[in-house]
């Protein structure tokens, strides 16, 4: 299974960005697909994740300003994010599961700045 994420950047507070991730396979397959972040000196948290049956969990600090959505045909998830704010700066990495295994990609800069 391979994750390739895109679409990160630089982006002033209060603008948007949108990251898409692509799967090699089918992303019916996994049981759920969603975005982490890391920061540096922090942990890594999860943002997004949206599983087999559609259903979508957010981070709180996220809520109303991000959006977890897919497209099959294309075998892509993509987190669009808006009101970004300094404190979203982080790695986006994509994140696959199937039962306990793990799958994740290399990881896609955002950094939000004035």
């Known amino acids: 299974v391979q994750l390739v994420e895109s679409g990160g950047g630089l982006v002033q507070p209060g603008g948007t960005l949108s990251l898409s991730c692509a799967a090699s396979?089918?992303?019916?397959?996994?049981?759920?697909m969603g975005w982490y972040r890391q920061a540096p000196g922090q942990q890594r948290e999860l943002v997004a994740a949206?599983?087999?049956?559609?259903?979508?969990t957010y981070a709180e600090s996220v809520k109303g300003r991000f959006t977890i959505s897919r497209d099959s045909a294309k075998n892509t998830v993509y987190l669009q994010m808006s009101s970004l704010e300094p404190e979203d700066t982080a790695v986006y990495h994509c994140?696959?599961?199937?039962?306990?295994?793990?799958?994740w990609g290399q990881g896609t800069q955002v950094t939000v700045s004035s």
């Open positions: 994140n696959a599961r199937i039962l306990s295994q793990l799958y």
């Open positions: 396979e089918n992303i019916f397959n996994f049981n759920a």
């Open positions: 949206i599983n087999v049956g559609g259903t979508t």
